[in-house]
């Protein structure tokens, strides 16, 4: 399935603190490093999150897609770990939307893909042939550094230092080892 997907709210935080992040790595701020650290830890961060699939402070996304995906109940929700739903719409060629009731679907949070469900007779049918149905999720292990785990604001703290030293901008071999199990994975 086709789809487009938008970040619509970033956290409102990181998941690493600047205090923190230059105690893990032996630091020592200089002159002018005021700003260049917090941009490298928000830069890093979502180069892991992109590259990890997953958010770790809550984000608000919206995805949109032509049509329901044919003989499916379910559609998969491409950022993990799925936290809420804040809309289902679909959309008339004005633009105008229709909100689908909660009451109409379920989600499962517990799949490593999170899932909106339809329950049984549920038919979400667009009348705007592109980009007809509209669902904004939230991602994310909640809204403060605690909820997110140790081992993973471990592995972005490898990934921040390791670009940090080196001036590349990816998620290096080391970081990459801690934050494997969190990479979600199509199978």
């Not at 893990?24 to 961060?45: N, S, V, Y």
């Not at 979502?46 to 919206?62: F, L």
């Not at 949070?109 to 042939?129: I, Y």
């Not at 149905?133 to 604001?153: C, H, K, N, Q, S």
């Amino acid at each position: 399935m086709e789809y487009s997907l938008t970040l619509k709210t970033d956290s409102a935080i990181e998941p690493i603190g600047v205090s923190e992040w230059m105690e893990f790595a032996h630091k020592d701020q200089e002159e002018g490093e005021e700003k260049l650290i917090p941009t490298l830890i928000k830069g890093m961060r979502k180069i892991c999150e992109r590259w990890m699939r997953r958010a770790c402070i809550d984000q608000t996304w919206v995805m949109t897609f032509d049509s329901w995906p044919a003989d499916e109940s379910a559609v998969e929700l491409p950022v993990s770990p799925l936290s809420s739903v804040v809309g289902l719409n679909t959309y008339d060629d004005d633009g105008d939307a229709t909100e689908i009731s909660s009451t109409l679907y379920w989600l499962d949070t517990a799949a490593e893909h999170g899932l909106l469900v339809l329950k049984s007779g549920t038919v979400v049918v667009p009348s705007r042939l592109v980009r007809g149905i509209e669902i904004e999720f939230v991602a994310g292990y909640g809204d403060e550094t605690t909820d997110v785990p140790d081992d993973l604001r471990l592995g972005i703290m490898q990934a921040i230092t390791d670009s940090y030293e080196s001036g590349e901008m990816e998620v290096s071999p080391k970081a990459s080892k801690l934050l494997l199990p969190y990479q979600v994975m199509d199978l």
